[in-house]
């Protein structure tokens, strides 16, 4: 099964910037709630804080914002704290 070391975050290349703003936009307020990935999610914060972490929880966490280009694993199950409001741009494989 999937953790958050999984995850990986970094700064998209041009090319998938690009690509990003065609995808939806995905929109939530400061709060926090389980998820599990039945799919793979590739996603572009615009704005925002999250911390991410295993569930159960195992001490693995990652955080990201603005302009991250983030990549959740199928499979994973984690508890999302979103810090900040969050804005961005998902596409799901």
């Given at each position: ?18 690509t990003c703003r065609t995808w939806p936009v995905w929109s939530c307020d400061v709060s926090e709630f389980e998820w599990e990935y039945t799919q793979t ?53």
């Amino acid at each position: 099964m999937p953790t958050v070391n999984d995850c990986r975050v970094r700064q998209p290349t041009a090319e998938e910037k690009a690509t990003c703003r065609t995808w939806p936009v995905w929109s939530c307020d400061v709060s926090e709630f389980e998820w599990e990935y039945t799919q793979t999610e590739k996603c572009l914060l615009i704005e925002g804080q999250v911390t991410v972490t295993d569930c159960p929880e195992t001490g693995n966490a990652i955080t990201f914002g603005p302009g991250d280009y983030v990549i959740f694993p199928n499979g994973l199950k984690c508890i999302w704290k979103v810090e900040k409001p969050v804005r961005k741009h998902y596409d799901f494989e």
